[in-house]
T-cell receptor, first 115, second 113 residues
Framework: DTEVTQTPKHLVMGMTNKKSLKCEQH?????MYWYKQKAKKPPELMFV???????INESVPSRFSPECPNSSLLNLHLHALQPEDSALYLC??????????????FGDGTRLSIL | SQKIEQNSEALNIQEGKTATLTCNYT??????LQWYRQDPGRGPVFLLL?????KEKRKERLKVTFDTTLKQSLFHITASQPADSATYLC????????????FGTGTRLQVTL
C-alpha cells in the first residue's frame, strides 16, 4: 500500500465535463507534485506545490487547474479536456521541495480517459 | 537540449545473474540522481539516491554508481529474482531547482527462471 492516496483510480469523462482528481498524504510532507504519464513513457512534471503555494507550473494548459487546500491535500481540477489528455495522472509528495535531496513518494495514479 | 537516456527499452536476464541498467545524460549538471521502480498500473517507488560527490551507493542487492565525468549512472541488481521484473527509471534534478525532477526513458527488466 502506498502512503499517497489518489482518488478516483479510474475516470472516464467527456470533453465538456468538469471533474477533479484528489490526492492525500499524511506523512507531514510539505511539497506535493502532479505528474502526467502516457503509456510506455516516463512521468512528466506538471505542477509543484511547496508549503501550499504553487512554485512550479510547467506551462500546463489552463484546462488543468491545481489546488492545495492544506498541507495534506492536493486537487487537480479538470475542465474541457481533449482526447490527448488521456493518461495516468500521478501525485507525489516529498518532505520539502527546495534545496534538499528528497525522494518523492508516489500514489498509484488516476487513469483518465477522455471520450 | 537536456536529455536523459536509459540504455535499452527492455532487458532480459536469467535469475541469479546481475542486471546492469544504464542512465546517460547530456546538457545537465545534476546535484543528485535518483532511481525508481515502477510496476504496471502502479506509481514509481523510490529506490536509491546518489549525490554528485558520491561515487557509489548500496542498499541490499542494489548498487548505484554516478560518474559525473562520463555523465552516466549505472544501476546494478545482484542475484536477480523474478520479483525484480519491473520498469526502472532514473531521474535527475534541474540545477537550481531541486524539486524539479526529470525522468529517463525507463528500462523494462524481465528476470526469467
Amino acid at each position: 500500500d502506498t502512503e499517497v492516496t489518489q482518488t478516483p483510480k479510474h475516470l472516464v469523462m467527456g470533453m465538456t465535463n468538469k471533474k477533479s482528481l484528489k490526492c492525500e498524504q499524511h506523512m507531514g510532507h510539505r511539497a506535493m507534485y502532479w505528474y502526467k504519464q502516457k503509456a510506455k513513457k516516463p512521468p512528466e512534471l506538471m505542477f509543484v506545490y511547496s508549503y501550499e503555494k504553487l512554485s512550479i507550473n510547467e506551462s500546463v494548459p489552463s484546462r488543468f487547474s491545481p489546488e492545495c487546500p492544506n498541507s495534506s491535500l492536493l486537487n487537480l481540477h479538470l475542465h474541457a479536456l481533449q482526447p490527448e489528455d488521456s493518461a495516468l495522472y500521478l501525485c507525489a509528495s516529498s518532505q520539502d521541495a527546495a534545496g534538499t535531496y528528497q525522494p518523492q513518494h508516489f500514489g498509484d495514479g488516476t487513469r483518465l480517459s477522455i471520450l | 537540449s537536456q536529455k536523459i537516456e536509459q540504455n535499452s527499452e527492455a532487458l532480459n536476464i536469467q535469475e541469479g545473474k546481475t542486471a546492469t541498467l544504464t542512465c546517460n545524460y547530456t546538457n545537465y549538471s545534476p546535484a543528485y540522481l535518483q532511481w525508481y521502480r515502477q510496476d504496471p498500473g502502479r506509481g514509481p517507488v523510490f529506490l536509491l539516491l546518489i549525490r554528485e560527490n558520491e561515487k557509489e551507493k548500496r542498499k541490499e542487492r542494489l548498487k548505484v554508481t554516478f560518474d559525473t565525468t562520463l555523465k552516466q549512472s549505472l544501476f546494478h541488481i545482484t542475484a536477480s529474482q523474478p520479483a525484480d521484473s519491473a520498469t526502472y527509471l532514473c531521474a535527475l534534478d534541474h540545477t537550481g531547482t531541486a524539486s524539479k525532477l526529470t525522468f529517463g526513458t525507463g528500462t523494462r527488466l524481465q528476470v526469467t527462471l
